[in-house]
């Protein structure tokens, strides 16, 4: 369908009807309608009957349209809302970003969009019932950029191709500009010795013909973005670098006919020293980014499948009979499916070894250097490098459900969450184009009614339109949250966002969960106490078992990894955090938990104090279960405190961090654990309230707090505190309430995400107050006539420059 005032093209469920005079009229927004009802009721209607839009301006890619086929696949659903990630091509600098956010905010229906400096890519969310995605793509183009799908391949392959097209136009300008410069020094040096009108005008002829590729092919970017923006009263930083080499340009030209001085190598130096900073930024992006493009690469293009099954002994041996398999594209894996991968080769999906040892490697994943064993039964990520055996195994996840897709994407979302620091530099970029403009004019006007000839007027507005740079202060975050978020993926922490980098600075207090956090986390049945001479060990085990099978808590799994029967159906199942467990097992309501929920639900604890006592004091956990009034079995669960949990606790004491431990068992238990841990202070009995009760108690008091955790109780700790990070094989519910995962459990990583986000965040401010300081400073000079136009674009290249050499200190210190 067509829009009856707009004429642009959208879907018809966004369509908004109007019945007017006998005449249904179609819109594509209530906006269109708005207008059209306005030009109606002040008897303007002549104005449908005589507009040629082929002479309006349309843009040819706007009448045309914009294929939706290949971003329709991609949008998500989230909230009742519509999500997509796209590419923007055309974006030169930080008012580019800062424009399209407000086209796009702008627009009616669109709830969220933000864009990315450093990679290009817009995230935009909308309501469906308000407006369509035709509409939104086509209100980008309308501005002169260009919205692409987004993909990991699509980012890298037109990252490289920017980076190309600017070495290119780059070298042109640079090789044409270095001849140029020979021309002008003699001319330059005619001006005060004399020269022969014919041989000026020669040597004018050659500086021009010299120039004009510059501007026209070198500079055909700025130019073009410019003319678009014009075209809507839409000023960039491509404006101002136009404005001030085109000012230059037609200046010289109108000073070759009457006789005066020209300045055509200036105008050819702004766009040869513009195009350098830019092609040194747009690499620095590159190897930025080189995390995720290494990510991207571990996933093979195919999958050996199998077609004969599971063979009965290991496919490593010699003379062994290999199963028939075939080769698939990845797409063609379905969950289920049985793979085979061969020495050497890389795992394609995630699944669960069936057949066959090995070791992996899945240093690129997780972080972790060294190989890990995999026999029947273990898991394989998909990505890791088979080394040695033959492995066969049962694919779990595909697509976008696998363990890597997940990694990429949440570094490219945390890419896409903007720092709270970098909101004052948006709202600076926004005022920065339009107020040089001002101040150009103002400084030319100055000098022309202080009587200054002509071309110190010019030179001076051509500097301060060259030396002004919000690039550096639109790079000052964006590029070091990428170098961030790519670091601590390589080595195996996720980021949700750039706003943790902030939370990080100053923390006070560090409170770790107990189960899974402080200990390994893959807790074992020591013993089973049975107390009903009723009943046998086997029996409780296995009811015990079938309820336990459905907590998703780590000591449930102890007990369901020790049953060898087949576990039972359970109704009614509820999970009582902090307390324990119950359901209906055999008809009968089964409990499974602590003392006091033991208390609750009317169960006797018998006199068992000598026995708990014991086994808590070493830090085991102990459990009971009851029904029907009694208590009928005493469960001892056993887990170690990990080795490197003391090292790290004691280094995060050394920074004069207070450091806790919460935990849900008892205070016994809970007290020997962090004894071994070496913390003084810890919370027991903590329900997933009582623990968010003691974070919050502490911010209250001008604290601090980071939570490492991974379990469900954990998520309202997670919430709650400053910075939430949890463990990588915790609940989906703990790791998305956390702002940080570890893949690796591994606390050592704790100590270096501190190191990593507090360097990161000086060198963001460091950044910011070299914008600032830069502008501040240089403005001031480019106004008083101290800097030649020249000397003002080396300036300005010269600003962005350290704020991406500052910024890639980042790397260093990541890898140190």
């Known amino acids: 369908m067509h829009c009856d005032h707009c004429l642009l093209g959208f879907p018809e469920k966004d369509a908004v009807y109007d019945d007017r005079d006998g005449q249904t009229h179609v819109f594509c927004c209530h ?137 290119v136009r780059f070298g042109t300008a640079g090789f044409l500009s270095s001849q140029l410069m020979i021309y002008s020094v003699a001319l330059y040096a005619g001006y005060f010795q004399g020269i022969e009108p014919s041989i000026k005008f020669l040597l004018e002829m050659i500086a021009l013909l010299l120039t004009l590729p510059v501007l026209f092919y070198s500079g055909m970017p700025f130019l073009r973005n410019t003319l678009i923006g014009l075209r809507r009263l839409h000023f960039t930083m491509d404006s101002l670098i136009t404005l001030g080499a085109g000012s230059a340009f037609v200046y010289s030209v109108y000073q070759m006919a009457v006789g005066g001085a020209v300045y055509f190598d200036t105008a050819a130096m702004i766009i040869t020293l513009i195009l350098l900073g830019r092609y040194i930024e747009a690499t620095a992006k590159g190897r930025a980014s080189e995390a995720i493009e290494r990510l991207s690469e571990l996933s093979p293009k195919e999958a050996r499948r199998l077609l004969k099954g599971i063979p009965e002994s290991g496919l490593s041996g010699e003379g062994t009979v290999v199963p028939e398999s075939e080769r698939v594209p990845l797409s063609s894996v379905s969950v289920g499916d049985l793979l085979q991968v061969l020495p050497g080769e890389k795992v394609p999906l995630d699944g669960v070894v069936v057949s066959g040892g090995s070791e992996v490697d899945e240093s690129l994943i997780t972080g972790e250097s060294k190989p890990v064993a995999k026999t029947p039964g273990r898991e394989v990520v998909g990505g890791s490098v088979n080394l040695f055996g033959t492995l066969s195994f049962e694919v779990t996840r595909t697509g976008k459900d696998t363990v890597l897709a997940g990694i990429i994407r949440a570094v490219e979302d945390a890419q896409a969450r903007k720092p709270r620091i970098q909101q004052l530099a948006d709202r600076i ?138 576990l039972l159906p359970v109704s009614d199942f509820r999970a009582l955090p902090g307390r324990g467990i119950e359901g209906i097992v055999e008809n009968r309501k089964v409990v499974i938990g602590n003392r006091a929920l033991m208390q609750e639900n009317g169960v006797p604890v018998p006199d068992i104090e000598e026995v708990a006592r014991r086994h808590e004091g070493k830090g085991d956990t102990v459990i009971l279960m009851g029904w029907e009034g009694k208590a009928r079995a005493l469960f001892i669960v056993s887990d170690v405190v990990r080795e490197e949990a003391a090292e790290v606790i004691a280094g995060l004491k050394k920074k004069n961090t207070a450091v806790f431990l919460a935990s849900g068992d008892n205070r016994i238990t809970t007290d020997a654990v962090a004894s071994s841990a070496g913390i003084e202070e810890a919370v027991s009995e903590a329900s997933p309230e009582k623990k968010r009760e003691v974070i919050a108690g502490i911010r209250e008091k001008g604290g601090k707090v980071m939570m490492v955790g991974d379990g469900i109780n954990d998520a309202p700790a997670l919430t709650e505190a400053l910075v939430g990070v949890a463990m990588g094989r915790g609940t989906d519910i703990a790791m998305e309430s956390a702002d940080a995962v570890l893949v690796r459990n591994d606390l050592r990583l704790i100590p270096y995400f501190l190191h990593l986000s507090a360097r990161t965040y000086s060198i963001i401010k460091q950044n910011i107050f070299w914008a600032f300081f830069y502008n501040v400073v240089a403005i001031p000079l480019a106004v008083s006539g101290t800097l030649h136009p020249i000397v003002a674009a080396g300036a300005m290249a010269a600003s962005s420059l350290a704020v991406v050499l500052n910024s890639l200190r980042i790397k260093r210190i990541g890898n140190g």
């Open 429 to 566: 970029v926004g005022l920065f184009v339009p107020a040089i403009l001002l101040i150009a004019l103002a400084t030319v006007a100055g000098y022309l009614a202080e009587g200054a000839p002509s071309h110190s007027a010019l030179m001076a507005g051509i500097s301060v339109l060259v030396i002004a740079c919000p690039c550096s202060l639109g790079l000052a975050t964006p590029l070091a949250v990428l170098l961030f978020t790519s670091l601590a993926s390589a080595k195996g922490i996720l980021v949700r966002g750039g706003e943790v980098i902030e939370n990080t600075s100053g923390l006070t207090h560090v409170l770790f969960d107990k189960t899974g956090t402080i200990t390994v986390g893959e807790p074992t049945l020591k013993e089973i106490l049975v107390l009903d001479p009723g009943q046998d060990r086997e029996r409780i085990l296995s009811l015990a078992a079938s309820l336990e099978s459905l907590s998703g808590h780590s000591i449930g799994r102890a007990i369901t990894r020790a049953a060898e029967e087949t």
């Open 31 to 167: 906006g269109c309608r708005g207008i059209y009802t306005l030009i109606h009721a002040e008897g303007l209607d002549d104005f449908y009957e005589k507009r040629k839009w082929s002479d309006a301006g349309v843009p040819a890619v706007l009448k045309k349209g914009v294929d939706l086929r290949p971003f329709a696949e991609q949008v998500r659903d989230v909230g009742g809302e519509k999500e997509l990630d796209i590419l923007i091509d055309g974006i030169r600098c930080a008012s580019c970003v800062w424009l399209n956010e407000k086209i796009l905010g702008r627009t009616d229906g669109v709830a969220y969009a933000r864009v990315n400096y450093a990679i290009h890519r817009a995230r935009i969310r909308w309501n469906p019932d308000r407006i369509g995605l035709d509409r939104i793509l086509s209100r980008i183009v309308s501005i002169g950029y260009q919205p692409r799908p987004y993909s990991e391949s699509e980012h890298f392959r037109a990252r490289k191709a920017e980076t190309r097209d600017l070495l």
